[in-house]
Each structure stands twice: as C-alpha cells, then as structure tokens.
C-alpha cells in the first residue's frame, strides 16, 4: 500500500434509506490498492448493507442511497452512485467485484461453474473460444481448485463448500478487478478451510495489488487478515483504526465489548464464563435517543442519552464515535 496512492475506492457520507427507516448514517470509507479494510460489526450493524450500496445492488424501487462511492477505475475516478444500470454492469465485475455470504445461493445452480465464470470473461475482456476456455481454467487453478478442466464442467452442488467458495473467488476475480468486496466470505466453513480462504485472498492481493474490503463480524478473522478496521453499530461507523492499534488500544466502549467477547479473551480456568455484550442490537424503526449504543453499554452517562457524539479524530489515523473515549 502506498501513502501517496490515491484511494482505489472513497465512500463519503453515504446514506441508505428503505421507506422512512434509515439503515446507513453518513459512512465514510476508504481503501487504498493493495489494502485490506476489515468493517466488523454484529449481524444488523449495516456492514452487508454498505456493501450492497457501494455496489448499486439494493433495488432503486424500495432503496433511497444518498452520498458520494468514487471509484478510482482505468480511465480515472467514477462516482458510482446515479450510474444508470447499464454503466454500472461495465463497472461490475471489471474494476470493483464482489464475494458473497453464501456461495450455493450466489452460484446459479442449473449452469456449470465454468460457464458462470466465462461469463464476465466474455463481457468485460471479450474472450472467446480457446481463449476463453483456457482463462476459465486458469481462474480456477490459480483459486486452488485442482483437476481445472474437470471442475470446470461441474454444478455448484457437485462441489463441496470450501470448493463453491473458491469458485466464487475465482469468478470475482476473473477480469482482475482494482477492488474486491467480500461479505463474510469465511462465514459457513469450517476454521480449516477458513484459514485457507484467507490465506487465499491475501497472497492474490498481494500478487495482484488489489484493495480489500472485507466484511465480518469475527474479530478473530479481522486480526487475521486486516491492515485497518472500522467498527459499525446502528448503520454508523464507530471507530476507526490500524488493526495493531485497535487491538492493543480500543477507543470505543462498543470496540472493547467486541474483543472481550472473543473465546480467547476468557481465559483458560474451567470457571471462566464467555463474556457477551448484553441487550441486542438496535431496531432501527425505532432507535435510542443520543448514542446508538447508550442502552447496552457499561460506561454511559446523561449526555450519552441526549446526544450522538461525533466521529472525532483521537490519534494520526483513529477516530472513535464516544463522548468518552479519553477515559479508555
């Protein structure tokens, strides 16, 4: 990652609304190339919804998306949102591409894997033919995926789970996307293939120089494989960070509850009990006056309840969303 790069994607204030009910309040992202943003939070915090609108994938009949998505493509910077949809499906899939929670509800069942991936070959880079056959094949030996060819004439369901999440990879990246998105990519395997999806993505980012974004609620994964961290809670973003410094330093109450919670964080004494953050997380019909996070928080005070504090910077690169995080 370069410090003088320009950012490969930059989100200001961006907004989502269904109907009446605000979902995303004012996010601000960045990521740089060769980057990995990790946004954590609990599931309802508004992390897959950012995504999805970052993307232009929430349907424009029941969404309302307000703010600024810059994308720093080929031919320099485009602002995403307003694209009509045909200008959206030139950006899809060539500069910024997506892996999503579930890849037998992702994959289109009735065609073949290779099909799916000649798919955005055939659009974005205009292959055909030998040429084509032969990148498809190419895209899945470089995920992993032995026997190639084989594979490549396979349905989803003929494949295991960690296999259908390497395909996924394999068709998010096909055309060498500038960014690639991925929503809780690790969710439904098990720790080992966990650990080699992972270890996956962060050698072709290397390679490639690609900025990450990569969505979870594991906080274990975010040590993993993240270089800087955003927390949400209640469509806001909450703190921001280096992951080194989150981990050893946390400056937000919701941050702190996040790592306590983890197992590792309880001790090894056959008495010690699992922390959890207690209550749950907010109806966003109906939210709570002043902070999102007053209600279940171990540190409020009365102007918690009366006002939502600012994203205010704390140290070079940290910001912290809490009235009180000089105390912590």
């Known amino acids: 990652m370069s410090a003088t790069a320009a950012p490969v994607l930059d989100v200001r204030g961006l907004t989502l609304d269904f109907g009446d009910v605000r979902v995303l309040h004012g996010v601000d992202l960045h990521v740089y190339p ?43 910077p485009q602002e995403l949102l307003g694209l009509s949809p045909r200008a959206l499906r030139a950006v899809r899939g060539r ?64 494949l295991s789970g960690g296999m259908r999440q390497r395909v996924l990879i394999a068709l998010a990246l096909a055309c060498n996307p500038r960014l690639l998105i991925a929503d ?38 975010v040590a993993e494989i993240a270089d800087r961290v955003a927390v949400m809670y209640g469509g806001r ?11 050893a330093h946390p400056r937000h109450p919701y941050t702190r509850a996040l790592l306590g919670s ?20 907010i109806d966003l019909r109906n939210p709570p006056p002043g902070c999102a996070f007053q209600p279940r928080c171990d540190m409020p005070v009365a102007l918690c309840a009366q006002m939502m504090p600012q994203l205010d910077p704390v140290a070079p690169a940290r910001a912290s969303r809490c009235h009180r995080w000089t105390e912590l």
């Open 237 to 247: 973003i909450v703190e921001t960070a280096p992951a080194a410094q989150l981990f």
């Open 95 to 158: 500069e910024i591409a997506m892996i999503f929670q579930e890849p037998m509800t992702s994959l289109n069942p009735v065609q073949r894997v290779g099909t799916q991936i000649a798919e955005g070959l055939r659009l974005h880079r205009g292959l055909a033919g030998t040429a084509l056959e032969g990148q498809v094949r190419e895209s899945l030996r470089e995920v992993g995926i032995p026997d190639p060819e084989r594979r490549a004439r396979a349905f989803p369901h003929e």
């Open 262 to 281: 983890l197992p590792e964080a309880a001790g090894d004494g056959p008495r010690r009990r699992l922390r959890t953050i207690p209550g749950s997380v």
């Open 34 to 76: 060769g980057e990995t943003l990790a946004v954590v939070g609990e599931s309802g915090s508004g992390k897959s919804a950012a995504s999805l609108a970052i993307m232009g994938l929430h349907d424009p009949r029941t969404a309302r998306t307000g703010g600024a998505v810059v994308m720093e493509g080929a031919a320099g």
């Open 184 to 221: 809780e990519p690790t969710t439904a395997l098990d720790v080992t293939v966990q650990a080699q999806i992972l270890d996956l993505l962060r050698r072709i980012q290397q390679a490639r120089g690609m900025g990450l974004l990569f969505i979870t609620h594991s906080m274990g994964v």
